[in-house]
């Protein structure tokens, strides 16, 4: 079997390591070239560098991931169609909003065979329903795509903390242990299981739960709190994805894309730290003024899957069955203020009581 060259679509913090996850795993594993691409999206920094050239010159993402060595054998490219072209695996890591223009760009310009991962958490709200990003790969490129989820703060594993993922696929089992060779090591250690939509519906939801989860932080209720906000959080999750896919497997939320990934994601995490600051500031701060602030160019994607879901629910008569999600939405755009977070039930009819 002729060996695989891998390309990496997306270059922030995930995406970056990501890529050296992989890089450590190509360099010696004869199956896969050891060249691995990854497609930058061009930024000039402060410097008047561009940011393509000194991840080049340097090995290191020196604005996403700083004081990271990515691997010798990654190279950096700003062009899309170069960096896949030939390429036979290619692992999508950017944020959501931006994936339908990139499968559009991609278009005529990959193999017909090539396989494909999504580590991208977040769905596309569309008039028809909600799609995926693993289906609007699939659907858009007409190709198989499987999904990569899990406990992941990316900062952790850079300096090789132990850590696990999931890999979720839906038929092809020799694929997704393929995908699990290209990304374990001994401290990441990753599982596959066939539950593609259980798996990225999981990555997904858990950012409304963190939002959740930084607002108690940032009104200091407590520990209890923020505990019973994450079992009211898993318990939406699941009912969720259950409602959307019948297929979803309960034990799939036992894996680390389910509730290791939400208390992960609860405790440390981008989208906590900014519903903290929001909560802190008493809501007089928007989401998208405290995201530039904090977070470097890196995207929020809590409120935006919010905003994402809500629309679902409202759509299919649902918001009634989801106080949590509800309330979250209602409080990142400013209908209620932060302290709404533990009076939901009073938001919920009676009935539903």
Known sequence: MASSRVTIIGSGNWGSVAAKLIASNTIKLDSFQDEVRMWVYEEVLPSGEKLTDVINETNENVKYLPGIKLGE???????????????????FVTPHQFMEGICKRLVGKIKPDVEAISLIKGMEVKTEGPCMISSLISDQLGINCCVLMGANIAN????????EATVGFRE????????????STPYFQVTAVQDIEGVELCGTLKNIVAIAAGLIDGLEMGNNT?????????????????????????STFFESCGVADLITTCMGGRNRKVAEAFARDGGKRSFDELESQLLQ???????????????????????????LFTTVYEISVGRLPPTAIVEYRE???KSCL
């Open 297 to 323: 160019g890196q995207k929020l994607q809590g409120v935006l899957t919010a905003k994402e879901v809500h629309t679902v629910l409202n759509n299919r008569g649902w918001l009634e069955m989801f106080p």
């Open 156 to 163: 952790e594993i850079a300096v090789e903390k132990f850590s």
């Open 172 to 183: 092809n089992k020799e694929v997704a242990e393929r995908w699990v060779q290209l990304f």
């Open 347 to 349: 938001h919920k009819s």
């Open 226 to 250: 923020k505990a019973a906000i994450m079992r009211i959080g898993l318990a939406e999750m699941r009912a969720f994805s259950k409602l959307l896919f019948s297929s979803v497997k309960d």
């Open 73 to 91: 054998n990654v190279v950096a490219d700003p062009d899309l169609d170069n960096a896949v072209k030939d390429a036979t695996m290619l692992v």
